[in-house]
């Protein structure tokens, strides 16, 4: 199988074009699962299928969470996937450097802003629930729970963070705040039965520049990554409601990189998100792993 891999902001992907590969439905997660598999084969935070455009886009993509579990969208994943549709020529001419990718969530809009750097709408939040509380490892925690597009991406933001020895709010500073103290905890309510579709978890704290530093525990990864692109949007426009942040333009700095979120209020109580950063083609080639 020929594939890209691809990162953004450290969340890195296999891309696949199955319109040639044509992969046996069966056997995609499997596939997945194993390719995905540090050190054992590729390795990366998931699969991605580029496949036929079926409602007036340019393409469609498909997306594999490194334990084979199919995903409803992927923000940094989509920013990947537009980089390999230009670099292989899947983008009609007179496109110009805009592109749109369907996906299991909706329709993500992407632009190219140089050779490498992607800008694209994410999908809109279908569930915005603030003061939600949960009960886990004998504390109960105050989140917002959201979901974009339809089906949504659940993602919950927590109103304060708990660490060693005590608890900070956004605003709030801590050395603690690392995957390796955040880890059990997040993996708790990654699976806490309040959330019957699972959860990805955002931990977050403001700098004194107004930026934010950001830790996702991705649903499907089971474990942090160095970056998560609609864990960027449901935190920039969670920080923005709150009224903490000033400006609609929110610098997120996840351990991967930095991702640029906008969030741009339209009539009543409804949003757009954009989110922004680079990528990198880190190879492109043929796999030969034996056990797939």
Request: net charge neutral.
């Amino acid at each position: 199988m020929n594939f890209y891999k691809v990162q953004g902001a450290g969340n890195d992907f296999i891309i696949i074009n199955n319109i040639k590969e044509k992969l046996p439905e069966e056997k995609i997660p499997g596939i997945a699962k194993r390719i995905c598999t540090r050190k054992l084969s590729l390795g990366a935070d998931g699969l991605l299928l580029v496949e036929t455009a079926r409602h007036g886009g340019n393409i469609a993509v498909r997306v594999f969470n490194a334990d084979g579990s199919e995903s409803e969208m992927c923000g940094n994943g989509m920013r990947c996937v537009s980089r390999y549709a230009f670099e292989e020529g899947l983008v009609p001419k007179g496109t110009g450097d805009g592109i749109v990718i369907e996906t299991m969530a909706g329709d993500i809009d992407s632009r190219r802003l140089s050779k490498g750097r992607f800008k694209i709408r994410l999908q809109s939040p279908s569930v915005l629930e603030e003061g939600r509380l949960v009960r886990v490892q004998s504390r109960t925690l105050s989140y917002t729970y959201v979901e974009l597009g339809n089906p949504g991406i659940p993602h919950i933001v927590l109103d304060e963070t708990p660490r060693n020895g005590g608890k900070s709010d956004v605003s709030g500073r801590s050395e603690d705040f690392s995957p390796e103290g955040l880890r059990g905890l997040a993996k708790s309510l990654r699976f806490h039965p309040d959330f019957p579709k699972g959860t990805n978890v955002n931990f977050c704290r403001l700098r004194e520049d107004e930026g934010v530093d950001l830790l996702t525990y991705e649903r499907g990864v089971e474990d942090f990554t160095l970056a998560c692109g609609t864990g960027a949007g449901s935190v920039a426009l969670v920080l923005k409601r709150r009224g903490v942040l000033s400006g609609d333009r929110v610098s997120l700095f996840a351990p991967g990189g930095l991702l640029v979120v906008e969030v741009v209020r339209k009539e009543g109580d409804k949003y757009d998100l954009f989110l922004t950063g680079d990528t990198n083609v880190i190879a492109r080639g043929e796999i030969l792993d034996d056990d797939i």
